[in-house]
C-alpha cells in the first residue's frame, strides 16, 4: 500500500512541477520565436520569380531552337526536292533537243503524222514550263557571258561590232527557276 500511496503522490507532485514550468514572467514570452526578418519573406517570392524568369528564358530559347531547326529541316527539304527535280530535268533536256531537231525536219512536211509530233513536243515544252525550265534567250547580238555561256569556239567577227558577240548557238542553255541548268553552248565572234 505504501507503493500505491507514493504513486498517488507523486503525480500531485509532478503536476506542482509543471505548473511552475509554465509560468512565465509578465513581459516574456514562453517561447523565443525568432522573428521573421523582411528579407527572408522576400527572398521566397524572390526565389520563385528568378526561377519564373529562368524558366522563361529556357522556354523561349527552346521555342526559338525548335522554329530554327524547323525551318532548316523544311528549307532542306525543299532543296532536296528541287535538287532531284533539277537531277530529272537535266536528264529531260536532250529529249528536248531531239525534238527541236526533228522539228526542223517536219516543218516540210503536213501530215497527220507531222500535226501529232507537234502535239507531242508542244506538251513536253508546256511540262517543262510548269516546272519552271526554260530556254535561254539568246540572240545575234547577246554579248558572251562566261555565267551562262559556254564556247566552244571563236570565228572571225565579220565586223568591230560582233567582237566578243555571240555568233552561232551549237546547244540551247536551259534555266530552272533562275538558275542555270544548262549552259549554252555557242560560237563567239573574235
Known sequence: MENMENTLNTEPELGQHEEINQEVPPGQSPEPEPKPAPAATSDPLKKLKDELSEAKDKYVRLFAEFENHRRRTAKEKQELIVGANEQL??????????????????KELDTKVSEGFFLIHNKYKKILEQAGVKPMEITSDTAFNADLHEAITQVPAPDESKKGKIMDVVEKGYLLNDKVIRFAKVVVGN
Open 89 to 106: 530535268l537535266k536528264a529531260l533536256l536532250p529529249v528536248m533537243d531531239d525534238f527541236e531537231r526533228a522539228e526542223k525536219s517536219f
